[in-house]
């Protein structure tokens, strides 16, 4: 497919060709320094009818930036079911539109999910105009492996759903991706060492392509204590990464370690459920282990 982009004269440089109407546009923008947006998602912002915006206000600081005069729309978590009639009314009568997010590309881990997915299923046209992203930004200079990841967005809030959350990766061999808040930080990592092991192998990206763009890498244990040393370092947006662990062995003592710290948090059947699933173990053997301990730990 060509560029949905038809500039036909200089004088009319920000319209689409009449025959390429309709669409809508997913554009990808910068996640700190607003030199990262490319030129097509330049043209393209400049070209579209409408430009849907998690936050009008925050978005706007950008396209008056590069001089990008387009009618701006919300389109949030809280109103983008609401929206679909309106959008697909819009891209129906030949409107074309764009969607951003507040930084980086729109649905990872941002709006547009519910909105994209309806708008498919009504038959119209969605197209990409890729771009920064802080998962892959943050991949590129972690120094851990990349020929498979996992992404897994934003942990619980709360400590024991967030260890509940962590325990899927005692045995993880493929790196792990999070994102993190500044004020929960601290807190994850603690949380980490814990259920995870205080030499388990970190990298934790901080505020990237922005002026006091930082990247820790060390055990868990390390990267916690230069936190905890240093405020400034808790300052700013995340993207933790875990790196991948297979089990040394399957012995008693490993599996016992394992059911240690998810009895914690779980009930029995759904620890052993999972220590048998990632050891390979039946589950009657892993079963009596767990009541082993669980007789054992304090109440």
Known sequence: MSDPISKETESDSHQLSTADRGHLYIVATPIGNLADISQRALDTLKAVDIILAEDTRHSKRLLNHYGVNRPLRSCHEHNEQSMVDWVAEQLSQGQNLALISDAGTPLISDPGFVLVRALRDLGHSVLTIPGPSSII?????????????????FLPAKS????????AYLAQPRTVVLLESSHRIEACLRDVVEVLGAVRQVVLARELTKRFETVLTGSAEQVLATLEADSDQTRGEFVLMLAGQKLVSESDADISA??????????????????????????????????????????
């Open 160 to 167: 024991s759903a967030r260890k509940t959350a962590l325990s």
């Open 258 to 299: 394992m059911l240690r710290v998810m009895l914690t948090e779980l009930p029995v059947k759904q620890a052993v459920g999972l220590v048998a699933k990632l050891t390979n173990k039946r589950k009657n053997e892993v079963y009596q282990l767990a009541l082993d301990l669980k007789n054992e730990m304090p109440n």
């Open 137 to 153: 930004a943050a991949l590129s200079i972690a120094g851990l492996p990349t020929d498979g990841f996992i992404y897994d967005g």
